[in-house]
């Protein structure tokens, strides 16, 4: 039997099921006699629908139901809500979008559901689409965010004037104080930075397998989440209608990086058929499928510009950016696109800000939060900014850093945005990562590289961001014969959230790991609850932790009766109270299984040592870090390798390194990815998606990787029990700016040239290397 808590390097309780391949995921569930859905999607980006014909699609084998926009409507279904309220810059609030769970007269972008097939087979309900003849009057197509601003521009919906969506500023913008800034700035810098638009490509696909129970007239609906109430609440209340006819269920999740927090059509759907056919309905996404229906991230372009004094100190920030919405806004995307520029002011002392955002309707699959929703977006920015204004001063990377971080005297830190850093020690942080990274030896590496006709090039990036915050965590904890059980309504999705919760419950109660479960993923036993900005452990884990201290001093007292001292006397170490100086003791068993006789209890106690502990975050948590990364680069081909790659962080205390290494090497590589990799294409004509495939969508391989060199500087978290800052995001914080910063580095010297967007691909770089050599 093993006890472990909290800092130890315990290896994840949840890989001995995964790598046996004895995981159940959504599609591995056997539902004896269920049928086939299959959603037949808009091929076109932008249309009218003027007729869907079903006659022989009806009539095809196996089918049993074809269901359309019209019986969406005469069902009286809700649409999916954005659930985000938004007020513009005036006062006014923001566009609504209602998105039916099948088109109703218009689709708005390639993949729009229009139909839902269901048959006895898959083949089958493919084979009944082909059937299914849909008359489309195409109109002009949107795909850019800027341009959608532009007079003239497609409108994706008739009612919103030049596709804005919304038109945010930030509510601490000093306008006033920042033209002031400018009109007194030694110098300025600008930059138009676009942040490329990512697809998710989660390992596992969505899917969603929907029963009926006709006795109780009540659906189930088993699909990967990160946090099944946000589903079932969408599905009940506002989509179908539902009231208490529906539970959702969790199981194994095959990652989800934000995009399965959120309600997708196929998941009302097929709860909808099921309750239509008193059938089990399941689905389960294809590859390409994903790329046309899971909500995509990022895709921002912004005008900023920093002011200056003759040192090089920061007086002011504008930004305006354009931010993709898609065709529909997503459930959270409007907080997503304007959540992120709290941190516009990074590390740095900046005083003055003003900050708008646009909401840009495109004819492209919806966008929502992805891997840091909103906070790699204002690193990115800002850093690429920063190293724009060191060159542009004269100043090395570090040394402007140097001249505009907080210090560790200031904290807490109450920044002119609406953000109060509790904790950090920044400059010591990238003067850990410089010697580390051997920035000194740098140039030695440049010559050497420069013998070999490669381009060399080295870049930092200092980010911070938020988390831990939102809604309570409630952690309910229930005993029985073997141990105890947790009830949590955030969603393991590969993080070792299982882990984590079983190390600070044994930790705190001194218990064996053996007799802890965890149990997530039922809305009918486990309360609401939400796993993704980094939260779940710090408001989950200080959840668990609670109810630990609730239950151990509960045993306190209920042991105290039993043995007939008073409680003042009774110690509790190593799971059992001990009357203090003598050998009377009792397990934590024991007190668990007297506390179920109201004989054994203090008068007024309920039986029982069960508990449940509601942790509501005080205050956000700010892990921090610098990344720095060394590029080299074959002028002759574009090809980049990523060569070093050097990060230390601030992460507050640790639940359990390993744990917390893995988090941030995961995180570096979908940020290099997005970064030199990933190209979301849609053709600007048609919006057609042209990077549709993994064979034209290029992911991160593990032979483009360098080995990561990762350390820690931790300063505890003062805004939580236990201390922590959160790590599930920061590695694709930290990663895209690094890497762009040190290509711009390696190709300045040669070519002038001062920036390039992401992704930086081998084929962007061979054409901006060659069109400088052109030109000059």
């Known amino acids: 039997m093993t006890k472990f808590g909290v800092g130890q390097a315990v290896h994840r309780l949840e890989d001995n099921t995964l790598v046996r391949g004895q995981a159940t995921y959504t599609d591995d569930l056997k539902m004896d006699d269920a049928l086939h859905a299959y959603v037949l999607r808009s091929p076109v980006a932008h249309a009218n629908i003027l007729g869907i014909d079903l006659e022989d699609a009806k009539g095809a084998p196996g089918v049993h139901t074809i269901l359309t926009g019209d019986d969406v409507a005469a069902d009286d279904l809700g649409p999916i809500p954005c659930a985000i309220p938004m007020q513009n810059a005036d006062g006014s609030d923001r566009a609504d979008t209602p998105r039916p769970i099948l088109a109703q007269g218009r689709v708005r972008h390639v993949g729009d559901p ?288 140097r001249r505009n971080f907080i210090q560790p005297s200031e904290m807490p830190y109450d920044a002119p945005l609406p953000v109060v850093y509790d904790s950090g020690d920044f400059q010591t942080i990238m003067e850990m990562a410089m010697d580390q990274a051997d920035w000194a030896g740098f140039e030695a590496r440049r010559a050497e590289a420069a013998k070999q006709g490669k381009y060399r090039g080295i870049g930092m990036a200092c980010y911070i961001e938020r988390c831990g915050g939102g809604a309570p965590e409630t952690a309910i904890a229930k005993f029985d014969d073997d141990g105890v059980t947790i009830y949590i309504g955030t969603m393991e999705n590969g993080t070792g959230l299982t882990t984590s919760y079983t190390q600070i419950l044994s930790g705190a109660l001194a218990i064996d790991a053996e007799r802890i479960t965890i149990k997530q993923g039922d809305t009918d036993l486990c309360p609401p609850g939400l796993t993704g900005g980094s939260r779940s452990v710090p408001v989950g884990g200080a959840a668990v932790l609670g109810v630990a201290d609730s239950i151990r001093q509960k045993g306190m007292e209920i042991a105290a009766h039993v043995l007939e001292v008073a409680p003042a006397d009774v110690e509790y170490d190593d799971g059992e109270y001990r009357v203090a100086g003598t050998d009377r003791t009792m397990s934590i068993w024991e007190v668990a299984k007297a506390a179920n006789d109201p004989a054994n209890l203090p008068d007024g106690m309920e039986p029982g ?109 003062t805004t939580n029990p236990l201390g922590i800052k959160g790590s599930g995001e920061a590695g694709a914080i930290g990663a895209p700016p690094a890497v762009i910063n040190a290509i711009v580095d390696a190709i300045h010297g040669a070519t002038g040239i001062s920036h390039v967007d992401m992704p930086a691909t081998p084929h962007l770089l061979w054409q901006v290397i060659n069109g400088a050599r052109k030109a000059a």
């Open 114 to 401: 229009v139909a839902l097939i269901v048959a006895d087979t898959l083949a089958q309900a493919k084979d009944a689409a082909e059937l299914v003849v849909v008359d489309y009057d195409e109109l002009p197509a949107v795909v850019d965010a800027a341009v959608a601003a532009e007079p003239g521009a497609p409108l994706v919906w008739d009612d919103i004037d030049n596709n804005t969506a919304f038109e945010w500023a930030n509510p601490a913008n000093d306008r006033e104080g920042t033209d002031k800034a400018f009109a007194a700035a030694a110098h300025v810098t600008k930059l138009r930075v676009i942040n490329n638009r990512v697809v998710v490509n989660s390992m596992e696909p969505r899917a969603c397998v929907a029963t009926y129970d006709a006795a109780d007239d009540k659906s189930y609906l088993y699909t990967p989440t990160q946090g099944p109430h946000v589903i079932r609440g969408q599905l009940a209340d506002v989509i179908l209608k539902l009231d208490d006819k529906i539970a959702v269920r969790t199981g194994q999740v095959g990652g989800g990086f934000g995009m399965k927090v959120f309600v997708h059509p196929e998941q009302p759907l097929t709860v909808w058929a099921s309750r239509r056919l008193k059938r089990t309905v399941r689905w389960t996404a294809d590859r390409s499928e994903a790329f046309l229906s899971d909500v995509q991230g990022r895709d921002h372009v912004h005008d900023c510009e920093i002011a200056m004094d003759v040192d090089g100190i920061f007086l002011g920030l504008r930004l305006k950016t354009w931010s993709a919405m898609g065709g529909y806004l997503s459930n959270f995307i409007p907080m997503v696109a304007t959540n992120g520029t709290d941190l516009m002011c990074g590390l740095y002392k900046t005083p003055v800000f003003d900050i708008t955002v646009c909401g840009m309707m495109t004819n492209t699959v919806p966008v929502d939060a992805y891997r840091g929703a909103g906070r790699p977006e204002a690193a990115y920015l800002l850093e690429r900014m920063v190293d724009a204004c060191a060159r542009d001063m004269g100043l090395g990377p570090d040394e402007i850093r």
């Open 609 to 717: 040592l069960d508990d449940e502990y509601v942790r509501t975050p005080e205050a956000p948590t700010f892990p921090n870090g610098c990344h720095i990364i060394e590029v080299e680069i074959d002028p002759d081909t574009g090809n980049i390798d990523v060569d070093r790659y050097t990060v230390v962080d601030d992460f507050g205390d640790v639940i359990n390194p390993i744990l917390l290494e893995g988090q941030v090497h995961g995180g570096i590589v979908q940020g290099l990815g997005q970064a030199i990799h990933e190209h979301t294409v849609y053709d600007e004509e048609t919006g057609q998606l042209l990077s549709g495939s993994l064979m034209d969508y290029d992911l991160p391989k593990a032979d483009r990787l360098p080995m990561f060199s990762f350390d820690t500087h931790n300063v505890r978290c």
